[in-house]
């Protein structure tokens, strides 16, 4: 296991160990997420918690549930989220976010925003003076809108690209059946009026900016051979 590896599944881990019983629990999208969901699923089995159900944020996290055995439920069948657990790939001071690596963020920030207590869990390669100085802003876009999408996003200044698949021929597809594109801001100064602003054209479903949603962070440090964990 590579560093940073490590220090996904330590933090992973300290996270999973926060979910409690009779717990509903919301399932982020994402590596450093995954071992979180194995962790759940294996604190289940141990008989160390029991229950516990995910809402899952993505296809990924719905197929990591069912191998770790955590039993799923969905928004129409709770009136609450306790904690959901999440990953980042940016992460600022004031613990705004950059999301949507994976393309998830449309349905993570659903579940995110409505969890009691969201965590987020990533390694310390994640933590920025401001966001969009190393990760691009993903926008979800439907289909029909992406050409007019990326000429309004080139005008408020942005530098828009459409997400390509990876072993995958054409443009990423999201669990929606959207598509995705990734915009470099020079400088995002007000990340609360840019998400807003975003969501405001036509065609877009939702963009990567969480402002004022996490309510803590877990940071994986490697120190010597250990990996220790902060919060933020
Ligand atoms: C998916 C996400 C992920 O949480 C984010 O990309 C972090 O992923 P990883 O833990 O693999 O670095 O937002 O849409």
Known sequence: MTPQDLMKQEVGKAAAARVQSNSIVGLGTGSTTAFAIEYIGKRLAAGEITNVKGIPTSFQATVLARQYGIPLTTLDEVDRIDIAIDGADEVDPNKNLIKGGGAAHTQ???????????????????????????????????????????????????????????????????????????????????????????????????????????????????????????EM
Request: aromatic fraction near 4%; glycine fraction near 8%; hydrophobic fraction near 50%.
């Open 108 to 230: 993570e920030k659903v579940i995110d925003a409505l969890a009691a207590q969201f965590i987020v869990v990533v390694d310390n390669t994640k933590l920025v003076d401001k966001l969009g100085s190393t990760f691009l802003l993903p926008v979800e876009v439907i289909p029909m809108a992406v050409t007019p999408v990326m000429k309004a996003i080139e005008k408020l200044g942005g530098k828009p690209q459409l997400r390509m698949g990876i072993k995958k021929a054409g443009p990423v597809v999201t669990d929606q059946g959207n598509l995705v594109i990734d915009v470099k801001f020079d400088s995002i100064d007000n990340p609360a009026e840019l998400e807003k602003t975003l969501n405001n054209i036509p065609g877009v479903l939702e963009n990567g900016l969480f402002v004022g949603v996490a309510d803590l962070i877990l940071v994986g440090e490697v120190k010597g051979d250990q990996v220790i964990i902060k």
